[in-house]
């Protein structure tokens, strides 16, 4: 049973930082390509980062190019996600997402495991 557990959510300062994590389990995690969505309140839930299954490519979104950062530590079945100068508009749940494909998609439909999510909240 594939699980991907994400952690490292919080209250922050406009301009701050948060460094997320998702832990997997119950899969071959060197083979998935891994992403990062999330949903503010009241808006659909949108792309943020991904990253193939080597880690050689990585995809973000326009508005967090140069503050996000995503990265993979096959050894420990984690992938991370880097958040620097944060912005209110950063405010949401962050999900963790596994491809079986090995890419890393823009889609959420391409994305075959989804994790329960961690709020980040950045504060004006």
């Known amino acids: 049973q594939v699980q991907l557990v994400e952690s490292g959510g919080g209250l922050v300062q406009a301009g701050g930082s948060l460094r997320l994590s998702c832990a997997a389990s119950g899969l071959t995690f060197r083979l998935y390509g891994l992403g990062w969505f999330r949903q503010a309140p009241g808006k659909q839930r949108e792309f943020v980062a991904a990253i193939s299954s080597s880690g050689v490519v990585t995809y973000y979104a326009g508005s967090v190019k140069g503050r996000f950062t995503v990265s993979r530590d096959n050894a420990k079945s984690t992938v991370y996600l880097q958040m620097n100068s944060l912005r209110p508009e950063d405010t949401g749940v962050y999900y963790c997402?596994?491809?079986?494909?090995?890419?890393?998609?823009?889609?959420?439909?391409?994305?075959?495991?989804w994790g329960q999510g961690t709020q980040g909240t950045v504060s004006a």
């Open positions: 997402a596994a491809a079986r494909s090995g890419f890393a998609h823009q889609q959420s439909s391409a994305y075959d495991n």
